[in-house]
Structures are given as C-alpha cells and as structure tokens.
C-alpha cells in the first residue's frame, strides 16, 4: 500500500491512496501530512473518495516533519570513494525541513554553489514516538519507507575545515522527497534497492543489503538521548557513484532531471535548474 499527499487545481493539502496511475481521496491533510502509523495507514486502506489520475494532481513531500535526520558515510564504496574511513558508529547530521520540496518540483542551485552533487537515498518515516529504542521497538517504529534526493553543495559542505554538512544540504529545494509513502511491513527492509539516474545516465546503483548501518541500527542509535517522534525522517545514507568523487566531476547542470526510484516506492523526478 502507497499513501501520498497531493493537491489540485492549487488546494489544500489532501492525502490519498496511490492505486496504479490514480490517487483516491482520503480526506483533508493534517498539518504533519501523512503520518505512517496504524492509524494513518488505515485512514489509506479505507480511502473511498474520489479517484484523480496522476497526471491531475501534485504530488507533494509525503509529510511535513519536525525532524529530518541524515546519515552520511553508510555505505561502504562511498566511504571509500570519498577517501574517508569506515566510519566506528553512525555519522548523523539534520537537514533543515525546509528544504523538502515534491515530485516534479524544480531543485533551485543558489548562485554561490559552484559544486551541485545528487545523492539518491533511501528515507524511512517514524510511525510511532521512540525514546532509547530496543532493536525490536526500532523495528515496528518504522511505519514507511519513501525516495529522498540529498542535494548536496559540496563547496558550501567542504569549504570549512570540518566539512560542516547542514548548510549545503539545506539550501532551499535541496531535499526533494516523495513520491509516495510504502507501508514498510510489506518490504524486507535489508533488501530494498536503489538507483539514481541523472538525465539518463544511472550514475548510483545499490541496496540497503550493502549498508554500513542498517535501518534498525539507525533508529535505536538515534533514539539513545532523542526522542524521535512520530513523522521523524531519517535518510539513511548514499551509495557511491556520486558528482563528486568521479573523474571528472559530474555535477548537476541546468536542465538536469534526476530521478530516485526505491522498490516498492517508485520513482522520485526533480529538474534541475539555477538561481538567476
């Protein structure tokens, strides 16, 4: 099952049921959006309203978290190409919320950064409120499993001596989310796949069988000290292949389309364009 927030004809957020190339109407969004807990995921499975192609409505971020939470360095080949070592616990670092954008919004490249980079990953959505998470709690904390695009200003990120991560990675548009919500009981999540492609060229191809840190690992070492609450957002890393560490560099460019897709999700598309 696949829950999305959309609009139409420019109105309030609603959420729906993704059924093949339609949404159903499941009633008006809450200000969080789509929250994957028991509770949101049967509002989806008993959405009755009316049935809207894909192609009449806009698709946007699925939810409208507090916390947007991200790992770096998690799996193994990016570690690698990045010329850093295998990292002893999980890196984490926060996206601004404000960044999300939707499926088909336009990443806007502000004029300072000269070194826009993609990095396609996997994200999943906290259904329930956590605090010092065993494996287990970890585990049904998971509510759904969704496509993140990290855009990712490496000037801004490596121009200081610490590589600070928050402000390159949270430029305006930089964190393209969506396009749905997939129930995360319904996938293994140690085997979910992943590819990014940038105007048609696959330039990221993996799965979450490869991370460092698996998703279970992720959410019990983020809850010891931090409450996670229901709708948090955790990116749990990129595989390599990314702009940066390629020779040459393939950084984004005007023009650009990149498109994420995550099984059981589907596909992410963004266009990229530049700051005038």
């Known amino acids: 099952m696949r829950a999305v927030r959309y609009s139409r004809n420019g109105g309030e957020p609603r959420l729906g049921r993704l059924d093949g190339e339609a949404v159903v109407d499941a009633g008006a969004a809450s200000p969080e959006g789509f929250v994957p807990s028991d509770e949101g995921w049967e509002q989806i499975a008993a959405a009755s309203g009316e049935a809207t192609p894909l192609a009449g409505v806009r698709l946007l971020h699925p939810n409208v978290p507090r916390n947007l ?16 070592d ?6 984490v670092f926060a996206k601004l919320p404000s960044a999300l954008i939707g499926h088909d919004a336009p990443i806007v490249v502000p004029r300072e950064e000269t070194r826009p980079d993609y990095e396609g990953e996997v994200a999943v959505i906290l259904g329930r409120t956590i ?63 992943i590819r990014t492609d940038v105007s048609g060229e696959t330039m990221q191809s993996s799965s979450t069988a490869n991370l460092i840190f698996s998703i279970v690992d992720l ?17 749990t ?10 020779v040459p560099p393939r950084y984004l460019r005007e023009g650009d389309v990149v498109e994420i897709t ?15």
């Open 86 to 91: 295998i990292p002893p616990v999980p890196v």
């Open 237 to 246: 890393g990129t595989p390599g292949g990314v702009g940066d560490s390629r």
């Open 262 to 276: 995550v099984d059981g999700v589907g596909t992410l598309r963004n266009p990229v364009t530049f700051e005038r």
């Open 219 to 235: 959410v019990v070492y983020c809850s010891a000290g931090v409450t996670l609450e229901a709708g948090t957002v955790i990116a």
């Open 131 to 193: 605090y010092r998470a065993s494996a287990a709690e970890a585990r049904s904390a998971v509510g759904g499993i969704t496509c993140l695009h990290d855009v990712s200003g490496r000037r801004a990120q490596l121009e200081t001596p610490l590589r600070q991560f928050t402000l390159g990675k949270s430029f305006d548009t930089f964190s393209p989310m969506g396009p749905c919500v997939a129930r995360a009981d319904e996938l293994d999540l140690d085997a979910i796949g």
């Open 69 to 84: 939470l991200a790992i770096g360095l998690n799996y193994r080949d990016h570690a690698e190409e990045s010329e850093l």
